[in-house]
T-cell receptor, first 111, second 117 residues
């Protein structure tokens, strides 16, 4: 059957700096998007989501930006901390129930 | 990249029957596999963590007798939904971690749509 394979780009930032993780999606019909964080030895954790009728949403230290024109999604983490080191996945959904995950990004925070 | 295959992609079953979902790592060995459940337009909910050769660790609120998990080999984990009922209808997705690679990396199957009628 079909399967999903992921190749992980990496991002290294200094502690205290802001991080920006990007994601491109392909389905113009996608109407909601989610960012997940996965730490070593744990399953993905929900971070923040955004609906297609919005272009920005803020959470605690995180901001998600959505540009539907170019089908681009980004996650901004303010004042990055060592505990933010993890793999981050974006995912998109389009009316139907399935979520399609994008390429994950490994974030490494340098103390 | 590493590949995780989940089978079947979708299944329809009658109430009271059991359904088995397979999760295979095709080109790597996975010591740990994760099983998730997803309701419409919601985040994945981690159901259990499956370690090869040992009992699965279930998340709070997940009935271990209802959702049987077996991880008998380094490339295969199965989730069996026993005595399925309509409320078990959901999207189930597995992910696997490559034991030889960065333990941070996890690879996802494509999910299984279960409909209980």
């Amino acid at each position: 059957g079909e399967s999903v394979g992921l190749h992980l780009p990496t991002l290294s930032v200094q502690e205290g700096d802001n991080s920006i993780i990007n994601c491109a999606y392909s389905n113009s019909a996608s109407d909601y998007f989610i960012w997940y964080k996965q730490e070593s030895g744990k399953g993905p954790q929900f971070i923040i989501d955004i609906r297609s009728n919005m272009d920005k949403r803020q959470g605690q230290r995180v901001t998600v930006l959505l540009n539907k024109t170019v089908k681009h999604l980004s996650l901004q983490i303010a004042a990055t901390q060592p505990g933010d080191s993890a793999v981050y996945f974006c995912a998109e959904g389009a009316g139907a129930n399935n979520l399609f995950f994008g390429t994950g990004t490994r974030l490494t925070v340098i103390p | 990249g590493a590949v995780v295959s989940q089978h079947p992609s979708w299944v329809i079953c009658k109430s009271g029957t059991s359904v088995k979902i397979e999760c295979r790592s095709l080109d790597f060995q996975a010591t740990t596999m994760f099983w998730y459940r997803q309701f419409p337009k919601q985040s994945l909910m981690l159901m259990a963590t499956s370690n090869e050769g040992s009992k699965a660790t279930y998340e709070q609120g997940v009935e271990k007798d209802k959702f049987l998990i077996n991880h008998a080999s380094l490339t295969l984990s199965t989730l069996t939904v026993t005595s399925a009922h309509p409320e078990d209808s959901s999207f189930y997705i597995c992910s696997a971690r490559d034991r030889s690679g960065d333990l941070t990396e996890a690879f996802f199957g494509q999910g299984t749509r279960l409909t209980v009628v």
